[in-house]
Each structure stands twice: as C-alpha cells, then as structure tokens.
C-alpha cells in the first residue's frame, strides 16, 4: 500500500445525520450562552460586594474628615487616589464608582439587592444610578422600583433610556422650569481621537438634536446611488461637514439634497395645548418636552395627524386594514407604538425600520396594527433567513425564540400612568458612632 493507510467508511447507521449534527450543535450554543449567563451572574455579585466595599471605605474616610483638623475635601481626594491607584483607575473612574456605590447603598438599596442576586449587571445599575442621582431624595424610592420594571428583558441601553423617562415623568419639578435651567448648559466641544480624527459633541435642547439626526439622515438616503461607496455612517458625517463648512466634506457634493426638511413627531395632550393641563408633551424617540417649544411647534406644523390614546392605559388606537400594503396612518401608529426596532435588546429607531408582518401575509397575516411590528433591516433578514422564528401575543408583546431555543419577549414602552409608590426596603442608616 506504498506505507499509506488504508481507512475504512464509516458505517451508514453510525454516521450523524446532517439535522442530528446541526441539532447538537444549537443544543451546544445554548448550553455555551447560559453558561456565560451563569458567569454574568456571579460577576454582579462580585461587583455588588466591590460596591458595598467602596461605599464602608467612603464612609471610613467621612469619619476621618470629622476628627479633629480633618477636612472633609481633602479626605475625599485622598481616598479617590487610594481607590484609584489600588485598582489602576484613572481618577476621574474611580471617583464616579465611590459616588455610585454611595448612591446605591444610600438610597438605591432594590437596585443593590438586584445587582447582588445577578438579576442584573452593573452596567444596569450604573444606569439607575445616573438618573437617581438628579433626583430628589424623597423621589429616589419610587423612581427605582419604576424604572425596574422590566428590567429582566432590558439591556442595559434599553434601561439607561427607560430610566430616563421615567425620570422624566416623576420629577416633581415641571419639565418646563427644568428645560429653561438645562437649556443654559447647551455647548459644543471636541474630544481629540486617534489617527487624525476627533469628534465633535454637540449637547443641545433635545428638539433640535432630534431635526439635525433626522435631518443627517435623510441628505445620507438621498446620496445613496449605485454609484456611491460610502457607507451610510460617512454619508451623514460628510453631509454634516458640508453643511457647516459649505464644501465637500469628501468627493462628492450634497448639493443635490438640499431642501430638506427634518421630521420631528411630537405628541401633545389636547389639555395642555389648551393650557388647562400641565401633562408634558413627548417628542417621539426623546420623551417629554416642555410645553412652551411643543406648542411653538404645533403652530407652526403644516399639518396634523391625529393619534386617539386610551385615557387609562396610553395606548395608542387604530384599525387594522385588510390589505398587504401598509397605508401612512397605519405606518406612522406602529412607528409611533414601537418607537424602536422590536427585536430584543435593539434600539434602532423605529422610522428608520422595515415594517415586518409577524404572521406573514403569504400565511394569514393582516396588514393591522396588532400584526406589525417595526424591525431594522438587521433583524428583519435574521427573521426571514435564519431560524429565529417570533409570534404575536396581546398588547403587541412578540415572543422571539432563538434557534437553540431560548425564549424573549419585546413590548412596546409603556405609556400607562406611573404607578403609586410601591414598598421598598428602606436604607440602612449610618450608625451615629464609627464601627470601630
């Protein structure tokens, strides 16, 4: 046999069947993606005992501040750089994790029981402590078993922006006193990047941000041709540079887009448009606004479309209508509802999606509002050629099932009235004399 060697086909009955090895192998990302989920959870657990330690060595060095010739500012810099320099944290990093571990083990105690179970990451709780944090004291209790909620299908993204709102809408101070104090802190600046880049942040009243996106937007789709290479990120980076520089921002020219106008959806309780309600409106895609700029925009709309909302819940009413092209009102009550893409964890907003029929209209489907859901391109091909499969519940909920079979459920944000205060553990206060 020339010192080869010689073997023998696998017999057909022992062999694996093309479905048996592609079964085996989804049951092996499952079993892989819990284990990590696993993982995830022992790590909260360790960063809600990290926290716990940062919050006693904070409230060692407050003792220290108070004995006699102690300094309350010098004791805290020291102690920033003895976390900072114990933990190779730039200062700045380990100043913001003793001030949220003092936030969660001071007033956000739900959040740390959470944090401490692994129900949740500390990317999660660092977004509650971002909003908690602007809020007063007595507001913070309330405000955190609001915003956790969901929290058991929200990534931390989803959250951060869920937090925000609910912050929004629980702050007992009007959102208008707290736009004309936060419209001062308007400002632009850049931070230096690598490879001759930087970027440019622009932090501005939330309506305008909301035109200039959309804006950048569209001048990007109108560029799109055959012939065009860019990508659509640089498309609106290069349309933003010619804008404001009033030249090409690389080798093609926006001057074919011009006359663009930015859409911005705005919703305004009738009542308070008519001055007998202090209810705020809500710029689709933000959250509220203050009264005064959404009236200025809604007299100077060139028209109005209507949305009836349920006085009890907030939801939004239509009428399906029974045909496979999706007419403009119905389009804009399922991009107003979902506000988002409706895949888990994705937050790409929903005027910039596909509509997807969740019963396919070759199956049954109905063109109706109950059976559409707003899904980025991204995610609208994952649905139709891979094995993600999902299925329509009621109030809009969609349940998405992964191919090794995991199982998560979507649903538009919630715009029922807030909840009364829920009872919650109440802080452990600092004992009057140090442990010690």
């Not at 960063?47 to 716990?52: E, I, L, N």
């Amino acid at each position: 046999m020339n010192g080869s060697v010689a073997f023998s086909p696998t017999p057909a009955d022992t062999t694996p069947s093309a479905v048996e090895t592609r079964e085996a192998l989804l049951r092996g990302i499952g079993a892989d993606a819990d284990a990590v989920a696993v993982i995830q959870r022992e790590q909260a657990a360790l960063d809600a005992r990290a926290v716990q330690h940062l919050a006693a060595a904070a409230r060692k060095s407050n003792w220290l501040a108070s004995l006699p010739g102690g300094s309350l500012e010098h004791a805290r810099r020291s102690l920033v750089a003895e976390i900072a320099t114990t933990l190779r944290f730039p200062e700045s990093t380990a100043a913001q994790r003793i001030d949220d571990a003092e936030m969660l083990c001071d007033f956000l105690p739900v959040t740390l029981d959470a944090l401490t179970r692994g129900d949740l990451t500390y990317r999660h709780a660092q977004a509650v402590v971002r909003q908690a944090r602007s809020l007063p004291e007595a507001a913070r209790g309330e405000f955190e078993v609001v915003a956790l909620a969901n929290v058991h299908r929200q990534t931390s993204t989803q959250l951060s922006s869920h937090a925000r709102l609910v912050r929004e809408r629980m702050h007992p101070e009007s959102i208008d006193t707290r736009h004309r104090e936060a419209r001062e802190e308007r400002a632009v600046w850049l931070e230096k990047e690598r490879d001759g880049m930087a970027t440019l942040v622009c932090h501005l009243p939330a309506v305008a941000a909301t035109a200039i996106d959309d804006t950048l937007d569209q001048l990007g789709r109108a560029l799109r041709s055959p012939e065009e290479s860019r990508t659509h990120a640089q498309l609106r980076a290069d349309s933003f540079v010619e804008l404001l520089l009033h030249r090409d921002g690389n080798s093609n020219t926006v001057t074919r887009a011009r006359g663009i106008t930015a859409n911005i959806a705005v919703t305004v309780p009738v009542l308070s448009l008519l001055g007998h309600s202090a209810d705020p409106a809500e710029l689709h895609g933000y959250g509220p606004i203050d009264l005064e700029t959404a009236r200025t925009l809604t007299a100077g709309a060139p028209s109005l479309l209507r949305i009836l909302t349920d006085p009890v819940t907030g939801q939004r009413l239509s009428v399906g209508r029974d045909r496979y092209k999706v007419p403009a009102d119905l389009r804009a009550a399922v991009i107003l509802d979902d506000e988002t893409c409706r895949f888990p964890g994705c937050t790409r907003n929903a005027d910039r999606c596909d509509l997807d029929h969740v019963l396919d209209w070759a199956k049954g489907g109905e063109s109706s509002l109950a059976n559409l859901a707003a899904l980025c391109r991204r995610h609208h091909t994952l649905k139709h050629h891979t094995d993600w499969t999902v299925t329509a519940a009621p109030a809009r909920a969609l349940h998405w099932t992964s191919p090794s079979g995991a199982r998560h459920t979507t649903e538009p944000p919630d715009r029922a009235p807030a909840p009364h205060p829920v009872t919650r553990p109440a802080p452990h206060p600092l004992p009057e004399h140090p442990p010690f």
